[in-house]
């Protein structure tokens, strides 16, 4: 299953490397489209590819971490 979504990541995160930490801690694999960080706030667009229990896994760590999901979309 691949699923493109917008990650929106807080200033407190920018130390925390938390897409590494994705690819280690689930069976899941990541393309970044399109990324930017700041001192103040980051962001990116990626494309999450794994089976959808490891996904569901992998959004619930984003949202303990306090990162935004937004426009999520399954590609065509």
Request: charged share 30%.
């Amino acid at each position: 299953m691949k699923v493109k979504t917008e990650l929106n990541f807080p200033a407190e995160l920018k130390e925390e490397a938390i897409i590494c930490q994705l690819c280690k801690q689930f069976d899941i694999v990541l393309n970044i489209l399109e990324a930017s960080f700041s001192t103040d706030v980051g962001w990116a667009i990626l494309i999450f590819e794994g089976r959808e229990e490891e996904l569901k896994k992998a959004f619930e760590f984003l949202k303990s971490k306090g990162v935004e999901i937004e426009n999520t979309e399954i590609p065509a």
